[in-house]
């Protein structure tokens, strides 16, 4: 394979009849599928995110596929050798479509929060209305402040 950086299927079918880059962090949405064949024993990959979580280090396949770890974003014949654990932060950002904007300093929607704060808080890089933190008084004179906070990654 000639290509470096991540594989990343948003939907739909991608098949790999050969090895995939070892240094590839591969990344399936929940509506992806990635089919490996081949006369390998298995494909080694940096790391591999399925529907947004990251899948632990070790040999991935299809269910049924006898492999220790399987999900149903996974089929073929050649299993998955998985490295390392993929950074969260580095496959939240994927969401921000300008790569020159991924860094965690940048602000590239221009609501004041930067990037490593819209991934903590949960709040979408991309929309240019990003708060945090909401405040009110309620119906019995008390003050109530609500936030947001991530949930998973
Ligand atoms: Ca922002």
């Known amino acids: 394979m000639d290509y ?5 299927v948003l939907k739909g079918r991608v098949a790999f009849e050969s090895a995939l880059p070892t240094t590839t962090d591969v990344v399936l ?13 298995f494909y080694a ?19 049924g596929s006898g492999a220790s770890n399987t999900s149903p974003l996974l089929a073929g014949t ?18 921000i479509p300008e790569q020159s904007g991924r860094a965690r300093e ?3 929607d221009g609501d004041g929060l ?7 808080f949960g709040t979408l890089p991309t929309s ?16 109530v402040i609500r936030w947001l906070e991530r949930k998973i990654g």
């Not at 050649?78 to 994927?94: C, M």
């Open 128 to 143: 240019g209305k990003g708060t945090v933190m909401t405040s009110a008084v309620n119906g019995t004179g008390k003050l």
């Open 106 to 108: 940048l602000d590239p």
């Open 29 to 41: 949405s929940g509506a992806a599928l990635l089919e490996t064949s081949g006369a390998a024993a």
């Open 78 to 95: 050649v299993p998955l050798k998985v490295q390392g654990t993929a950074d969260p932060y580095e496959i939240w950002s994927l969401d």
């Open 45 to 63: 990959v940096k790391s591999l995110t399925l529907a947004g979580v990251p899948a632990q280090p070790g040999l991935w396949g299809a269910p």
């Open 4 to 8: 470096a950086g991540r594989t990343r």
């Open 114 to 120: 930067v990037n490593v704060v819209e991934y903590l």
